[in-house]
């Protein structure tokens, strides 16, 4: 078993992670040769002394958390594997004095190492603990392990102490020396430490404790020489621990090493590292400090600041221990200057905590230094803004953005304010409007260069994002677009990508479909091109939300595993919320309820409390939950919460109040939906163009007997009748066919046959995407809408579609959807044997012409079907049977004169010498993949992996069923699917009439390239 010790530095001035610097130190040296080295780009971090490397990508491409996830991992895996060999122990002493970071690290391997052989043990006062720097975390971390509180001492303690001292035992001597010290582990080494210095006869008492422990301290002091009370003396300049080398560099060779052994040997100091000390209390450093005169303090400090700046030892001095001296040695301009650099090292090293304090010590030296420069100070407080910011202090850093702000608006400097007002909006937030923020980022738009710079196009694609939602959207998107146009001039990729990062945002579920997603898909790949995971994830989730809409239900799912490879590739909480919510919408709309609200509540526990966003995504999703499975209740305190996120501006409260009167609706509470219907508000969210709350918006308009504003809606949706209507990036939701809100509409404003029309297409839509429980709620809808007609053929298939509503909400688990099946099942009247029978006599099946319609006679039963498209394909298949006729034929497509179907394309997709090609470099692929992964070159092996997996997709999207090569352009395949969708739009139309029919004819007629019917 190996033992590491890491100690916090309680004289101040320590760099974050000290005690885990420490630790780490001694695990790299005692580690086996290329052992760790993986890691050691990572630990670098931290380490100045281990080189650079490429492996650390800059934080603010990655996000805060992100990146300090990234470092802690690194740590994490390291003392793993270095436990491997042997098991290992660590012990992080004086916690109360550490640093928040060493916390959050503590706090992160507490979580991570639990079945590793690694055991840590941390030491703190618990007394110190509510004024401790890292007092909550701490707090926190104590919870996750076994917390043993020490109290005074026993007398037996006390007795099992004098023994192991060494000295005689005399109970006598032990009850008094116990008495004296009431206990207490520091008074009684003190006071037995001075009993022994100046000698003890047999049977003696101990003497009295002093009147404060400093006085035995000082007692014990006087016992060493002049030589060495002096070298304590430079020590304690340096802190609580020292190095000899430390010392020679600022007095002077001298001997050093005896004086320390002497110390060490009278209990003052302990060897922590080789010509390495400690004192071994903090309050033995305390009274040699303050035996210093104060000019050789100041002079003494002045030295060890001068030395550790310019230390070769260090590739980059420790600025927070150069500080902490400057400031000791009255240097307040230099201090200020050293606190910067040390908040630029913290942020480097991801203390974010430990940034921030640094920045706030150079702000008050600055001020104590009487620094007045106005351009300095706002820099400063950039700079400290940024650091809150990142450490998650949004509130805290948007306020000294503004301070920073406010001091270049004096100066009058443009580019500063831009700098401050971007600063100010780093988070982005889906749905809220920062009124601070849009003014801070207009006043910085109106004083920069109106020319092309690649600040100006930031600060506008932020302005046009801050400004959604607006009453007028098309504004701020014209303005994104701007400013995406801007950096395209520019040609600057990291600022192209920042635009349409936030001009994206700017038109979000607002602007025009085919701009959106054209947009969208440059931003991820962009970013994947960049290098950065964060945007590239954000560009793919805004992809997926737009697939979704134009039903490219596999496109959007396909997209969705490519954000779960990315936020796996980024490990952390902050980004794995996002993964798991896209999995929750699939969940939900394929109608895995059970599995669907375990990923809705994991999305609350990886990021639903911290990000706002999250939040957000819970609420809405947990409410469809709950929507779909009747428990409206329990919505309750959700629509509560809904109210809450959206109060910040009129909009916004005009937003929330339409969805909880959507969410009322749906329960059947009508009277409160009701009472959240607002003509104003409807029609202020119809002019906004956000699709999100289309089909509620319809169902308010019905309840609410709105016939004008319903038939405005109604020739609105036919617009975008082939579309899905989501929930956007803002919900991470699939609400249903807009086709489902024509049907309504069209139902309402007693235009039934369209309605019939439009619903059953929306049920369509719901099979083909696999939307079980939308399907559910359309079938009873349609067969609610059915079951006012008088024909028997309606009633059919009233039944028909009742049935169907009960047998998916079953399924899914629905049960007031089943209940109101069944119930609506009992009240109409059932279908007769000519219609349900499942016998089928084929040779009384004809379909023929007659006048501008189509004849159906199937044995007693004959109706009519208008003449389209998809009934004429039926009766050639129908009126021969057996036949197969290729799609090109059916299409009314050409032929050559030898009969040869002209295929219209540009040949296979991938032709065979490249499916050649592919094959030999799979397989050198997978050669190098298996020699990376046995030589641990995981950086090579994940690089063929990434090539291993793009060429798998461009083999699969030239692959067709059956392993068939698939044409580029294929006018065979645009034709398949047209007569396929054709035909099955003629059999929907037969199912009105005779459902009986209508299964046969869906069983026996055969589509694809060759179709036929096969009674």
């Given at each position: 078993m190996r033992a590491y010790w890491g100690r916090c530095w309680e004289a101040g001035g320590a760099p974050a992670y000290w005690p885990w610097v420490q630790v780490l130190r001694a695990v790299l040296r005692t580690a086996e040769p290329g052992q760790l080295d993986r890691y050691l780009g990572f630990l670098s971090q931290i380490l100045p002394e281990l080189p650079s490397t490429d492996v650390i990508r800059e934080s603010a491409d990655l996000g805060p958390e992100q990146a300090r996830f990234f470092l802690m991992d690194a740590v994490s895996n390291a003392l793993a594997d270095a436990a491997q060999r042997l098991p290992i122990v660590i012990v992080l002493e004086d916690l109360h004095v550490a640093d928040v970071s060493t916390i959050h690290m503590l706090e992160f391997l507490s979580a991570t190492i639990r079945h590793q052989p690694l055991l840590i043990v941390g030491t703190f006062r618990e007394v110190e603990l509510p004024s401790a720097p890292a007092g909550p975390q701490l707090t926190r971390a104590a919870q996750e392990g076994q917390r043993l509180s020490l109290g005074r001492l026993s007398e037996r303690d006390v007795e099992t102490f004098v023994r192991a001292s060494g000295e005689t035992v005399d109970p006598s001597f032990v009850s008094a020396l116990h008495r004296t010290t009431d206990g207490h582990p520091l008074f009684l080494v003190e006071v037995a430490l001075l009993w022994r210095a100046q000698g003890r006869a047999e049977g003696a008492t101990p003497p009295s404790i002093p009147l404060s422990v400093r006085t035995a301290i000082q007692e014990r002091l006087s016992a060493v020489s002049s030589a060495c009370l002096e070298t304590l003396r430079r020590g304690a300049i340096v802190g609580r621990e020292f190095d000899i080398a430390l010392l020679e560099a600022c007095h002077g060779k001298t001997d050093y090493v005896s004086a320390a052994q002497e110390a060490t040997q009278a209990a003052i100091l302990v060897e922590v590292a080789p010509q390495r000390y400690r004192f071994v209390h903090f309050l033995i450093r305390e009274v040699v400090y303050e035996g210093i005169a104060e000019e050789e303090r100041v002079q003494a400090h002045a030295r060890v600041a001068e030395i550790l700046r310019t230390d070769a030892r260090h590739v980059e001095p420790r600025w927070s221990e150069v500080a902490h001296h400057l400031v000791a040695s009255g240097k307040c301009e230099a201090a200020a200057g050293a606190f910067r650099n040390a908040g630029a090292q913290a942020l480097r090293q991801l203390a974010f905590e430990e940034a921030v304090k640094a920045y706030s010590d150079a702000l008050r030296t600055t001020d104590k230094a009487g620094i007045v420069d106005p351009s300095e100070r706002a820099t400063l407080l950039l700079e400290l803004g940024h650091a809150e910011t990142r450490a998650g202090l949004v509130t805290k850093g948007k306020a000294t953005c503004a301070a920073a702000a406010a001091l270049a608006r004096q100066e009058g400097d443009a580019e500063m304010m831009a700098r401050a007002a971007l600063e100010h909006g780093a988070q982005l937030i889906y749905g809220r409007v920062d009124t601070e923020l849009i003014a801070l980022l207009e006043e910085a738009l109106e004083g920069l260069d109106p020319t092309d710079s690649a600040l100006r196009a930031r600060v506008m694609a932020r302005l046009a994002a801050a400004q959604q939602p607006a009453e007028d959207p098309e504004g701020p998107m014209q303005l994104a677009r701007e400013a995406i146009a801007m950096a395209r001039r520019i040609a600057d990729p990291e600022t192209l990508l920042d635009t349409l990062r936030n001009g994206g945002s700017a038109m979000v579920d607002l602007g025009d479909l085919e701009e959106r997603i054209a947009l969208d898909r440059e931003h991820a790949v962009l970013a994947e091109e960049l290098d950065n995971p964060v945007e590239a994830l954000r560009g793919n989730m805004r992809s997926i939300m737009d697939y979704l809409e134009l039903e490219r239900i596999d496109d959007a799912f396909r997209t969705i595993r490519a954000c779960e490879r990315i936020t796996e590739q980024l490990g952390h909480p902050a980004y794995a919320w996002r993964s798991v919510a896209l999995q929750g919408l699939r969940a939900l709309w394929e109608g895995e309820l059970d599995k669907a609200e375990k990923l809705i509540e994991k999305v609350r526990a990886l990021g639903g409390s911290s990000d706002p966003n999250a939040v957000v995504v819970y609420t809405m999703q947990k409410t469809r939950l709950l929507q779909y499975r009747g428990d409206f209740d329990a919505q309750l305190p959700l629509l509560a919460a809904v109210e809450e996120q959206w109060d910040n501006t009129e909009l916004g409260r005009n937003t929330a109040s339409?969805?909880?009167?959507?969410?009322?609706?749906?329960?059947?509470?009508?009277?409160?939906?009701?009472?959240?219907?607002?003509?104003?508000?409807?029609?202020?969210?119809?002019?906004?163009?956000?699709?999100?709350?289309?089909?509620?918006?319809?169902?308010?308009?019905?309840?609410?007997?709105?016939?004008?504003?319903?038939?405005?809606?109604?020739?609105?949706?036919?617009?975008?009748?082939?579309?899905?209507?989501?929930?956007?990036?803002?919900?991470?939701?699939?609400?249903?066919?807009?086709?489902?809100?024509?049907?309504?509409?069209?139902?309402?404003?007693?235009?039934?046959?369209?309605?019939?029309?439009?619903?059953?297409?929306?049920?369509?839509?719901?099979?083909?995407?696999?939307?079980?429980?939308?399907?559910?709620?359309?079938?009873?809808?349609?067969?609610?809408?059915?079951?006012?007609?008088?024909?028997?053929?309606?009633?059919?298939?009233?039944?028909?579609?009742?049935?169907?509503?009960?047998?998916?909400?079953?399924?899914?688990?629905?049960?007031?959807?089943?209940?109101?099946?069944?119930?609506?099942?009992?009240?109409?009247?059932?279908?007769?044997?000519?219609?349900?029978?499942?016998?089928?006599?084929?040779?009384?099946?004809?379909?023929?012409?007659?006048?501008?319609?189509?004849?159906?006679?199937?044995?007693?039963?004959?109706?009519?079907?208008?003449?389209?498209?998809?009934?004429?394909?039926?009766?050639?298949?129908?009126?021969?049977?057996?036949?197969?006729?290729?799609?090109?034929?059916?299409?009314?497509?050409?032929?050559?004169?030898?009969?040869?179907?002209?295929?219209?394309?540009?040949?296979?997709?991938?032709?065979?010498?490249?499916?050649?090609?592919?094959?030999?470099?799979?397989?050198?692929?997978?050669?190098?993949?298996?020699?990376?992964?046995?030589?641990?070159?995981?950086?090579?092996?994940?690089?063929?992996?990434?090539?291993?997996?793009?060429?798998?997709?461009?083999?699969?999207?030239?692959?067709?069923?059956g392993g068939r090569q698939r044409r580029s352009g294929s006018a065979t395949e645009r034709a398949r699917v047209n007569v396929q969708r054709r035909i099955r739009d003629a059999i929907r139309r037969i199912k009105r009439y005779h459902p009986a029919l209508a299964k046969h004819l869906d069983r026996a007629v055969r589509t694809g390239a060759y179709c036929t019917y096969e009674p």
């Open positions: 339409l969805i909880i009167g959507i969410e009322h609706m749906a329960a059947g509470r009508l009277d409160d939906a009701l009472r959240h219907f607002d003509r104003a508000s409807l029609r202020r969210a119809l002019r906004l163009g956000d699709h999100t709350l289309e089909l509620g918006i319809a169902r308010l308009c019905i309840v609410a007997g709105d016939v004008e504003l319903a038939k405005r809606l109604h020739r609105r949706l036919l617009v975008t009748r082939e579309h899905l209507v989501t929930g956007g990036m803002l919900w991470l939701t699939v609400e249903g066919p807009t086709s489902w809100a024509i049907g309504a509409l069209a139902s309402f404003l007693g235009r039934r046959e369209e309605a019939t029309e439009h619903y059953e297409h929306a049920l369509e839509v719901a099979r083909r995407t696999r939307g079980r429980p939308v399907r559910a709620l359309i079938a009873l809808e349609l067969a609610q809408h059915l079951s006012t007609d008088s024909g028997p053929e309606a009633s059919a298939r009233a039944v028909e579609l009742a049935r169907l509503a009960q047998t998916v909400a079953s399924e899914v688990g629905m049960p007031a959807v089943e209940s109101a099946a069944r119930r609506l099942i009992d009240a109409l009247p059932q279908c007769d044997e000519a219609t349900s029978s499942t016998d089928f006599e084929p040779d009384s099946l004809t379909i023929s012409k007659v006048g501008d319609s189509w004849l159906v006679c199937y044995e007693n039963v004959e109706f009519q079907l208008k003449d389209v498209r998809g009934v004429r394909l039926l009766a050639t298949l129908v009126n021969e049977p057996g036949r197969e006729f290729h799609v090109l034929d059916l299409s009314g497509r050409p032929r050559e004169e030898t009969g040869v179907i002209i295929r219209s394309d540009s040949g296979e997709v991938i032709d065979a010498e490249a499916r050649r090609q592919y094959r030999a470099r799979v397989l050198a692929l997978r050669a190098e993949l298996e020699e990376a992964e046995r030589w641990n070159d995981f950086g090579r092996a994940e690089r063929a992996r990434e090539e291993l997996d793009m060429i798998e997709r461009e083999l699969s999207s030239a692959i067709g069923l």
